[in-house]
């Protein structure tokens, strides 16, 4: 590799061409805002990243990884890459629909039935589109990685039927369409920043809250709720965001280094997450103490009728073509 950059920059030089890329790359220190923690599978790929990037930097770039909210909340740490004043954030893209509202498609209800769906969607036209939109506000999204599939704890009984849903007092994302969601269902759903959470469960402020099953380990909300259900009732993705500002002026080749290192990032960070999903229901089960249900069928369908209409209700506020170009994408990919 070395040898073929030394044999660029002599080519180019005699060529009287600009110096290549590799001449390009300047001593930097990249900060990334995370709130989950940092032995979350969003750890694995950061970690992923970071070697990816001393490799291809040479070592000029140091990438500084902050978790648990420790530079603030995803909707705060996405502001500042806006700004231009923080350069990375991992962020569900839930809580970022005040800037981009077409993200609030992947916060309808039983939108994909799978990961293989997901990743489908995510990483073919439909998550280039998104992604495009993102430039349009000052974000660069680097890479689709997953948070997953959502569950429902909480510390009052199991929820097993739609009725169970009543009155409890849950944590939603910072997002309307899982506001309107939750009440649909007869919860009395409350908009907090992830940060926040495992205070509000602890105090009893709130009941309950929803998060996969990594994230319920890995944040320790085994330590202050009850009860988990397989509700899987939403997948959120996570977005590799950067400051465009910041991308705009680092050079082409400096451009793909992110590129390149947030996709090996997402392999692996893919990978982790699928793999410890079952190693993390069972820890929050037999260490945590949780007690765990399934959902039937029969009450499964219930709720999915229940929360049916959320679809409409947020279509023109989605985009009503952003939520028609998504039910196309998945009709076709069902089709096959
Ligand atoms: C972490 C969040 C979190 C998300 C949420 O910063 O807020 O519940 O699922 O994991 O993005």
Redesign the pocket.
Known sequence: MKTLAKICVTTALASGLALPAVAEIQTRTISVS???AETHPVGNGVEKMRECMTERTDGKWTLNAFWS?ALG??LTSAQALRSGTLEMVI??T??LVGIEPALGVFDLPFLFANEAEADAVLDGPFGEMISEKMAENGLVNLSFWE?GF?NLTNSVRPVASLSDFEGLRVRV?QNNIFLDTFQALGTNAMPM???E?FTALETGAIDA????YV?IDTSQFYEVQDYLSATRHAY?P?MVLYSKPMFDSYSEEEQQILRDCAMEGQTVQREVSRELSDTALAHVQEEGGMEFNEISEENLAEIRERVAPVYDRHKEEIGADVVDQMLATLEELRAE
């Not at 809250?209 to 996969?212: D, F, G, L």
């Open positions: 995370n709130g989950i909210s909340d995803d962020t569900s839930s809580p948070n959502r994302m920043a992830f940060g959470v809250q929803e998060n996969p994230t959120t996570f």
